[in-house]
């Protein structure tokens, strides 16, 4: 076959347009990644267009004062802070396929490409999340803003293995919690989330599932606890456990923010509210099927690009263990 004879689009192979095949290709993608991307359901996304950067203000807390009569009250100017997330990668899933034909005219090809795209999509989204939320924990309270927004909430368990014990991550848990309610935030907005293994420890605290203490708050047989402290409790396994150098999303502009050292890597419980964290994409997920002539095959590719970074600290929280 000689170059000019190279197809370049599908319509030897199936009567199906490559629009259709993308869309339908697109719309399982979607479906894989939004049923599998918890932080995507839990933190608002911004669109970014015209820039790559979307900057939130940060307004200070406003002073009262006392009226005296025949006394001029006084001027309590108003201060501002402001965070950015900037968005400059695109992180791309790709399928290479010599022959198009198992793809198009096999409906389970493609779905399985789709769910695999959808999933490893969807792991990296909630994985960049989690990081800025662990690092948020220890940040400090953003200076000048009159104590409009405190720190971040941390905790770290006294000993090694405390992490196994009910009641002591219990308690790790419950503090952290109880410290934002004393800055005032509404807790009932949080979530909890918690790697299997110490899900799994939390369903052995006597009382968050025993019915004397705790009416219809889980089921031990089923593995399910609705929540502690009011705050509802979600099982995850995207919480990262390693340390993370060379983070496809870290460069040298944002700091390499998105890399993970190994004390960060200990986190066993992260709390959050959906204003924790800034999040923002120039590019929603996106596919396309296309062949290219210079390489002779077909790229069967699902793509974004997104970025996240801290929006108020003192609503992150995490529990880190000892080793």
Same mark, same amino acid.
């Given at each position: 076959?000689?170059?000019?004879?190279?197809?370049?689009?599908?319509?030897?192979?199936?009567?199906?347009?490559?629009?259709?095949?993308?869309?339908?290709?697109?719309?399982?993608?979607?479906?894989?990644?939004?049923?599998?991307?918890?932080?995507? #359901?839990?933190?608002?996304?911004?669109?970014?267009?015209?820039?790559?950067?979307?900057?939130?203000?940060?307004?200070?807390?406003?002073?009262? #004062?006392?009226?005296?009569?025949?006394?001029?009250?006084?001027?309590?100017?108003?201060?501002?802070?402001?965070?950015?997330?900037? =968005?400059?990668?695109?992180?791309?899933?790709?399928?290479?396929?010599?022959?198009?034909?198992?793809?198009? #005219?096999?409906?389970?090809?493609?779905?399985?490409?789709?769910?695999?795209?959808?999933?490893?999509?969807?792991?990296?989204?909630?994985?960049? $999340?989690?990081?800025?939320?662990?690092?948020?924990?220890?940040?400090?309270?953003?200076?000048?803003?009159?104590?409009?927004?405190?720190?971040?909430?941390?905790? &770290?368990?006294?000993?090694?293995?405390?992490?196994?014990?009910?009641?002591?991550?219990?308690?790790?848990?419950?503090?952290?919690?109880?410290?934002? #309610?004393?800055?005032?935030?509404?807790?009932?907005?949080?979530?909890? $989330?918690?790697?299997?293994?110490?899900?799994?420890?939390?369903?052995?605290?006597?009382?968050?599932?025993?019915?004397? $203490?705790?009416?219809?708050?889980?089921?031990?047989?089923?593995?399910?606890?609705?929540?502690?402290?009011?705050?509802?409790?979600?099982?995850?396994?995207?919480?990262?456990?390693?340390?993370?150098?060379?983070?496809?999303?870290?460069?040298?502009?944002?700091?390499?923010?998105?890399?993970?050292?190994?004390?960060?890597?200990?986190?066993?419980? =992260?709390?959050?509210?959906?204003?924790?964290?800034?999040?923002?994409? &120039?590019?929603?997920?996106? &596919?396309?099927?296309?062949?290219?002539?210079?390489?002779?095959?077909?790229?069967?590719?699902?793509?974004?690009?997104?970025?996240?970074?801290?929006?108020?600290?003192?609503?992150?929280?995490?529990?880190?263990?000892?080793?």
């Amino acid at each position: 076959m000689s170059g000019v004879n190279i197809p370049n689009n599908s319509s030897h192979l199936s009567d199906q347009a490559r629009s259709d095949l993308i869309e339908e290709f697109s719309g399982m993608v979607d479906s894989q990644f939004t049923k599998l991307s918890q932080m995507r #359901q839990f933190v608002p996304v911004q669109s970014i267009t015209g820039t790559d950067t979307k900057i939130v203000r940060r307004a200070s807390r406003t002073t009262l #004062q006392k009226v005296t009569p025949g006394v001029r009250p006084a001027a309590t100017p108003q201060t501002y802070g402001r965070t950015s997330v900037t =968005v400059d990668t695109v992180v791309l899933a790709r399928a290479n396929e010599s022959l198009i034909g198992p793809f198009q #005219q096999d409906f389970n090809v493609r779905a399985e490409i789709a769910k695999d795209h959808g999933k490893e999509l969807g792991k990296f989204f909630d994985e960049a $999340f989690f990081i800025q939320a662990i690092k948020s924990s220890r940040l400090p309270a953003p200076t000048g803003l009159n104590d409009a927004i405190g720190a971040g909430k941390n905790t &770290t368990l006294a000993a090694a293995n405390d992490e196994k014990d009910p009641d002591k991550l219990y308690a790790a848990i419950e503090g952290i919690i109880t410290r934002m #309610q004393e800055d005032e935030i509404d807790t009932d907005e949080c979530m909890i $989330f918690l790697r299997p293994e110490e899900y799994q420890v939390l369903l052995n605290h006597e009382k968050l599932i025993n019915r004397d $203490f705790s009416i219809a708050n889980g089921d031990f047989a089923d593995a399910k606890l609705k929540s502690v402290d009011g705050c509802p409790v979600m099982k995850t396994v995207r919480i990262p456990t390693k340390a993370i150098s060379g983070h496809k999303l870290s460069n040298e502009e944002n700091k390499f923010a998105y890399d993970l050292s190994a004390a960060d890597a200990e986190a066993k419980a =992260v709390i959050m509210h959906p204003m924790s964290l800034l999040a923002g994409e &120039t590019i929603p997920m996106t &596919t396309n099927i296309h062949w290219n002539e210079t390489e002779l095959q077909w790229f069967i590719d699902a793509y974004m690009a997104f970025g996240v970074s801290n929006r108020r600290p003192d609503v992150c929280g995490t529990v880190f263990s000892t080793t």
